[in-house]
Structure formats: structure tokens, C-alpha cells
Nanobody, 118 residues
Framework: QVQLVESGGGLVQAGGSLRLSCAVP?????????LGWFRQSPGKERELVAS???????NYIDSVKGRFSISRDNAKNTFDLQMNSLKPEDTGVYYC???????????WGQGTQVTVSS
């Protein structure tokens, strides 16, 4: 299966910002109902952090509300995650995925590492 490509991770101090980007093949982008960013922190299961339906319906887990913002660019077939006021607990590997029909795609990319130092 085609993998999505995440980019933009890095090492940042607490309080800093990063912007992640996900490149999606056009056919998948157009057929996807939901776009999402997931996070897998050390010792924890992968969790859905933010998602977007269309351009305005956005959902976030409580721990990132007010700090993270998800957006999409339909012309470029990409979607981003702007992360502000980062905390050490935001550390993890971030993955993007899309939901086609009723399920998230089973093929995951390599993710992008985000490390927030205290």
C-alpha cells in the first residue's frame, strides 16, 4: 500500500513550536473523509491527537486543545499540524493517516519524531 509521508519533526525546548506536514497521494486525499494526526509516546499506545473533516470540523484530544491546530491544503494534497506551547509530554513519534470509508488506512508511514526538552 502507498504510505503517507510525514515531515517537520525535531527537537525543541518546552514552550516552542513545530509544524508537521503530511503529503498524501491525490487519489487518496480526495477519497478520504477524515484526515488525522496520531502520536505514539514512549511506553504508550498510538493515539489520535487531531482530526479534520472537510475544512472546518476539527477535533482534538483534551491535552492539546488550544495549543495544536490541524489544517489542510486541498491544492497541495497535504495537511499540517501546527503545535505551539509544546510540553515534554508531547514527545513521541507523530504519524498521519486518512480515513477512507469507515476505517483508517492500515498502511502507516515512518512517522516523524518530536522531542520536547524541559
Amino acid at each position: 500500500q502507498v504510505q503517507l509521508v510525514e515531515s517537520g519533526g525535531g527537537l525543541v525546548q518546552a514552550g516552542g513550536s513545530l509544524r508537521l506536514s503530511c503529503a498524501v497521494p491525490g487519489s487518496i486525499f480526495r477519497s478520504s473523509s477524515i484526515l488525522g494526526w496520531f502520536r505514539q509516546s514512549p511506553g504508550k499506545e498510538r493515539e489520535l491527537v487531531a482530526s479534520i473533516i472537510g475544512t472546518t470540523h476539527k477535533n482534538y484530544i483534551d491535552s492539546v486543545k488550544g495549543r495544536f491546530s490541524i489544517s489542510r491544503d486541498n491544492a497541495k494534497n497535504t495537511f499540517d499540524l501546527q503545535m505551539n506551547s509544546l510540553k515534554p509530554e508531547d514527545t513521541g513519534v507523530y504519524y498521519c493517516n486518512t480515513r477512507v470509508g469507515g476505517t483508517w488506512r492500515t498502511s502507516w508511514g515512518q512517522g516523524t519524531q518530536v522531542t520536547v526538552s524541559s
